[in-house]
């Protein structure tokens, strides 16, 4: 399972880092990724990290947000700095083990104007 965690209510301008630890699965060879979803919208692939490490972003969150694994600690992280109103959604994290989509129970983030 997926466990997520370091969600809040921040103002825009500041930084909050995301937290997500596996237990019970396979997690050095896995893709990892973080999604959100906003009130009335679809769920939106936020970053991806590769199992070597190379990384993929959104466009409307590059250059603000970094996602980083630990695979010591079976962790993936997401830092995000300089946030927006528009960043305001539930978060994420997902991977895929066994060929099934293991997805974590979501974190609010909140960002006020």
């Known amino acids: 399972q997926l466990q997520a965690c370091g969600g809040g209510l921040v103002q825009a301008g500041g930084s909050l880092r995301l937290v997500c630890v596996a237990s019970g699965i396979a997690f050095s060879g896995n893709v990892l990724s973080w999604y959100r979803q906003a009130p009335g919208k679809q769920r939106e692939l936020v970053a991806t990290?590769?199992?070597?490490?190379?990384?993929d972003y959104a466009d409307s969150v590059k250059g603000r947000f970094t996602i980083s694994r630990d695979n010591t600690k079976k962790t993936v992280y997401l830092q995000m700095n300089s946030l927006k109103p528009e960043d305001t959604a539930v978060y994420y994290c997902k991977t895929r083990s066994g060929g099934v989509e293991i997805w974590g129970q979501g974190t609010q983030v909140t960002v006020s104007s």
């Open positions: 990290i590769y199992s070597f490490g190379s990384t």
